[in-house]
T-cell receptor, first 119, second 114 residues
Framework: SQTIHQWPATLVQPVGSPLSLECTVE??????LYWYRQAAGRGLQLLFY??????ISSEVPQNLSASRPQDRQFILSSKKLLLSDSGFYLC??????????????????FGPGTRLLVL | AQSVTQPDIHITVSEGASLELRCNYS??????LFWYVQSPGQGLQLLLK??????LVQGIKGFEAEFKRSQSSFNLRKPSVHWSDAAEYFC????????????FGTGTRLTIIP
């Protein structure tokens, strides 16, 4: 069966410090991977998604970046955190049906999340 | 581009009462529709999804949802809620072609009172 891990679970960082959040998936290959941010009362905002190694799509302009160095690893980074970066960060994966597939039909499965507090 | 509206930010119901959470979507064709639930401090868990066929979809934990094309809605229902149903519920829409993304609503927080 497939599992998705995120770490750390909780992180408190000062403004201006760097950030690295990690997401890994087990039990599947070549998944689509997603980073979301959830701010209080604002639902889920898609930040980045990846359909393969080294392929990153950015959904919103911001001081965050994402990388996919390995097939089942997705990393969210920042060089200098802002107060507004505080929130709950969720990683998700889904099956990649390849070119021409009706990709959004597949279910996205979410990790447990990382709570980030920037002070 | 697709969009989702969940008009109710917070709903309170008594344990044992029926529940309906509203979801309206905007998309140029029949979308893929999902309901997820999130317990405090946790990730999201899929309750049910609609792709095609029968417009009444059964999910886990006794939930069901009905796709109504004429109303662009996909409301979530449960005939009798339990205290453990207290959580946040998210409706999401996915495009049917050429799009790998889901668009989520802002969520509805459900409180259960004894």
């Amino acid at each position: 069966s497939q599992t998705i891990h995120q770490w750390p679970a909780t992180l408190v960082q000062p403004v201006g410090s760097p950030l690295s959040l990690e997401c890994t998936v087990e039990g599947t290959s070549n998944p689509n991977l997603y980073w979301y941010r959830q701010a209080a009362g604002r639902g889920l905002q898609l930040l980045f998604y990846s359909v393969g190694i080294g392929q990153i799509s950015s959904e919103v302009p911001q001081n965050l970046s994402a990388s996919r160095p390995q097939d089942r690893q997705f990393i969210l980074s920042s060089k200098k955190l802002l107060l507004s970066d505080s929130g709950f960060y969720l990683c998700a994966w889904k099956k990649n049906l390849g070119a021409g597939g009706q990709g959004s039909q597949e279910t996205q499965y979410f990790g447990p999340g990382t709570r980030l507090l920037v002070l | 581009a697709q969009s989702v509206t969940q008009p109710d930010i917070h709903i309170t119901v008594s344990e044992g009462a029926s529940l309906e959470l509203r979801c309206n979507y905007s998309y140029g064709a029949t979308p893929y529709l999902f309901w997820y639930v999130q317990s405090p401090g946790q990730g999201l868990q899929l309750l049910l999804k609609y792709f095609s066929g029968d417009t009444l979809v059964q999910g886990i934990k006794g939930f069901e949802a009905e796709f109504k094309r004429s109303q662009s809605s996909f409301n979530l229902r449960k005939p009798s809620v339990h205290w453990s149903d207290a959580a946040e519920y998210f409706c999401a829409v996915g495009a049917r072609f050429g799009n790998e993304k889901l668009t989520f609503g802002t969520g509805t927080r459900l409180t259960i009172i004894p």
